[in-house]
């Protein structure tokens, strides 16, 4: 992959959720759409700012259990009716009722795998390099104590004037430039 060059956006520091929050909405409301909150925990009202709610892994966990049931019940018809039939006791080769639990087991398996997998590719895991690593005060506060706000540079209302004024009048600790 081709290392990118210039600003990958500008990331604003903040001590509290609350100031974290208040950024992020002003940042929707102004037109950024391009960005995204960096929090130690969830911050459900950070989600809400951002307006992120759509979350396809139900889809994806129920798309999973429909090819596991289908997939199990195909092999057993195929197993019990082409490819080993076997006569035991006069019952019919297409025995369907002794097909529910095996099937069932496989939703369950397919739509687990689904999920975890699902998941891990939604979210574009796993990610060894991000721009913000190169961002220190990134680095230190992340994970502890520091709520960020990272305005992406794709953004088309993006300027790296504007926008740094713009994020300094919430007064965060810290508004830096982060590269590619």
Known sequence: MPRREGIYGLLAEFNTPSELVYATEQARAAGYRRMECYTPYPVEEAAEALEFH???VPLVCLLGGLMGVTTAFLMETWISVWAY???????PLFSWPAFI?????????FS??????????LNGLPQLYHPLFNAPNFRNGATTDK?????ES???KFSPTETRSFLEQFHAV???????
Do not use: Q
Not at 85 to 91: D, E, K, V
Not at 101 to 109: H, K, M, S, V
């Open 101 to 109: 639990i095996p099937a069932y087991e496989w939703t369950i398996l």
């Open 147 to 151: 709520f960020f706000l990272c305005l």
């Open 85 to 91: 039939p076997l006569n035991i006791a006069g019952r």
């Open 174 to 180: 810290s508004v830096v430039e982060v590269d590619h």
């Open 112 to 121: 687990g795998l689904s999920a975890g997998f699902g998941m891990l590719a």
């Open 54 to 56: 759509k979350n396809r």
């Open 154 to 156: 794709t953004d088309p």
